[in-house]
């Protein structure tokens, strides 16, 4: 390197930085003045030669600490580059990532961590979010051990989900690195996996318990008809049409477990379609008009005449009104009528935000009051005989449930004997755009 390399300024700057070229002027004038009273007095003084040399001094240190300061800055905005890379890094990855220090705070995290912990704040521990004892322990043994492992975490609000945590240690052997060490805790979605097998475990299950009565049925009929009534065709008759029943009954229960099953695969995952719950209402009371009709029970509603926008899917929601508004007609058909109301609350179940409600209401027998707590569960039925005479599959209630579940909505039941039953869903309303 030349002796012009060496004075040669920065790249971006304008020749000498103007505050090291005030401090070197200063100084060198300073000299000059000293010398030049030294000589005029004839003599050099020891006093102002000192004084001379702790100026030259002063203007080198501060020549030096412009350097310092020069340098820093360029150390901060190369870590400032490498701190948003790493931030550009952490919120393309759709899993939760959260980085803490050795101390257990988090240093760093990702939106799909944010928005799994709401109580997740930088700078603060990661207790203060995460209240699980096995990740914390991990996070404490991983420090200690620096080897990594794996812990399981699960959470119930607002829906159960699983998650497989891998907790790896942090560390930087690099003396300028600009990472700190610590622990990064990478969240691994196990919900809908674990969701799968249960689905499969329950499928099994309650398809062998509840289709084991129709198939004896079938079974013993074929045989019939095989054997003493082959020559009967009055008999028959009579024995097709019953087993042409008992396979719709198998139909409509294979079709509501599939249906509660996908359901139940995705019920940790909010809809966010936006679609007019009034229109699904008149909707639907328009298609069960002729069941109505055919049981003598009249329909009538009381729906708003502006739009009512929800969150939800669908289809789901139509499967909702259907089996709401069809139990109401078949297991009320004794009071000839069906109230169905759809209306806005503005505070529901505790939360401040609009909620929409749509209430059902027959006016038959009514439920006695120790099924109410029951009557959601899967096969569960107040009456079976009647239930099953009029096809139902005791899987009706156990899918508004979790259709309303998935929703973020409520289903409450009330009924008194001889008063009838009116069931009310709940559901958050989409916001309102401004007109």
């Not at 004794?334 to 179940?349: F, I, K, P």
Request: net charge neutral; aromatic share 4%; hydrophobic share 40%.
């Amino acid at each position: 390197m030349s002796d012009f390399d060496e004075i040669r300024p920065e790249p971006g700057s304008q020749g000498i930085n103007p505050v090291r070229g005030a401090a070197l002027l200063g100084a060198v004038i300073a000299c000059l003045l000293l010398m030049v009273v030294a000589l005029a007095r004839g003599y050099w003084d020891i006093w102002l030669l000192v004084a001379a040399a702790i100026a030259a001094g002063a203007g080198a240190l501060v020549d030096r600490r412009n350097r310092s300061l020069r340098s820093r800055a360029r150390v901060q905005r190369t870590d400032t580059r490498r701190s948003g890379n790493a931030e550009a890094l952490l919120a393309h990855i759709p899993d939760p990532v959260i980085l803490v220090n050795q101390r257990a705070v988090v240093i760093e995290a990702n939106k799909a961590a944010h928005g799994l912990l709401l109580g997740l704040r930088m700078g603060h521990p990661l207790s203060f979010a995460l209240r699980s004892p096995d990740v914390l322990d991990g996070i404490e043994a991983v420090l200690r051990s620096g080897s990594p492992l794996r812990v399981e975490y699960s959470e119930r609000v607002p829906t159960e989900r699983t998650f497989e945590v891998h907790i790896g240690p942090l560390q930087s052997e690099a003396a300028k690195a600009d990472v700190q060490s610590g622990v990064v805790l990478f969240f691994r979605d196990l919900t809908s996996a674990r969701r799968l097998e249960a689905m499969r475990a329950d499928f099994v299950a309650n398809a062998s318990h509840e289709l084991r009565t129709p198939l004896a049925s079938l079974l013993g009929f074929i045989e019939t008809l095989q054997g003493p009534a082959r020559d009967d065709a009055r008999a028959r008759e009579r024995f097709l049409e019953i087993m042409r029943g008992q396979a719709q009954r198998m139909r409509r229960l294979i079709d509501d477990l599939l249906s509660l099953s996908r359901i139940e695969m995705r019920a940790h995952v909010q809809p966010t379609q936006t679609v007019d719950l009034s229109a699904l209402v008149r909707h639907m009371i328009e298609t069960l008009s002729s069941l109505a009709q055919d049981r003598g029970v009249v329909i009538q509603a009381k729906l708003p005449e502006q739009p009512v926008h929800v969150l939800g899917d669908r289809d789901e929601l139509l499967r909702v009104l259907e089996n709401l508004i069809e139990n109401a007609v078949k297991y009320g058909e004794s009071g000839g009528r069906v109230d169905v109301d759809l209306v806005r609350v503005e505070a529901s179940h505790g939360r401040q935000s609009p909620h929409v409600a749509v209430q059902v209401r027959d006016y038959g027998p009514g439920i006695a009051p120790e099924h109410l707590p029951r009557l959601t569960e899967r096969f569960y039925r107040a009456d079976v005989a009647q239930s099953r005479e009029k096809g139902g599959t005791g899987l009706g209630l156990a899918i508004v449930k979790h259709i309303v579940n998935r929703h973020r909505g409520y289903l409450d039941i009330k009924s008194e004997p001889g008063q009838g039953a009116r069931f009310t869903v709940t559901l958050p309303e989409a916001e309102r755009s401004a007109p």
